[in-house]
Nanobody
Framework: QVQLVESGGGLVQAGGSLRLSCAASGRTTDYYAMGWFRQAPGKEREFVATISKTGTTTYYAASVKGRFTISRDNAKNTVYLQMNSLKPEDTAVYYC?????????????????WGQGTQVTVSS
C-alpha cells in the first residue's frame, strides 16, 4: 500500500490559483501512474487529471483542461495539481490516487490507493 497525503487546499476567490500537492510514502515502488479526482457535495467523485509514471503523458477532464496542470517529481515522491483561473464550480474535495500501473487512467476503479482529500473552495 502507498500512503498519500494531500495538501494545499483552501479558500480562494474566483480567478485565483492554488497548487495542490500529494506526498506519497510507504510502498513507493507501487507508486506508478497518478490521478486527481474531486467530489462536490451531492455529486459523484469525478476525474480531474492523470499522469503516467514518468510524467510524459497527461490527460485532463474537459472541464479543467487549459486551466489545471498535473505534474510530478518522482525524486520527491510528490504529485502536483496547479489550478489556475479557478471557478466556483471547482469547489470540491480533491483526492489524489495512485495506480499500480504505469499508464494513465480516468477510471477511479483503476486506482487502489487514495489520500484523505483536501478541500478547495472557490468563492464568487
Amino acid at each position: 500500500q502507498v500512503q498519500l497525503v494531500e495538501s494545499g487546499g483552501g479558500l480562494v476567490q474566483a480567478g485565483g490559483s492554488l497548487r495542490l500537492s500529494c506526498a506519497a510514502s510507504g510502498r513507493t515502488t507501487d507508486y506508478y501512474a497518478m490521478g486527481w479526482f474531486r467530489q462536490a457535495p451531492g455529486k459523484e467523485r469525478e476525474f480531474v487529471a492523470t499522469i503516467s509514471k514518468t510524467g510524459t503523458t497527461t490527460y485532463y477532464a474537459a472541464s479543467v483542461k487549459g486551466r489545471f496542470t498535473i505534474s510530478r517529481d518522482n525524486a520527491k515522491n510528490t504529485v502536483y495539481l496547479q489550478m489556475n483561473s479557478l471557478k466556483p464550480e471547482d469547489t470540491a474535495v480533491y483526492y489524489c490516487a495512485a495506480r499500480t500501473d504505469y499508464r494513465t487512467s480516468i477510471s477511479r476503479d483503476d486506482y487502489p490507493d487514495w489520500g484523505q482529500g483536501t478541500q478547495v473552495t472557490v468563492s464568487s
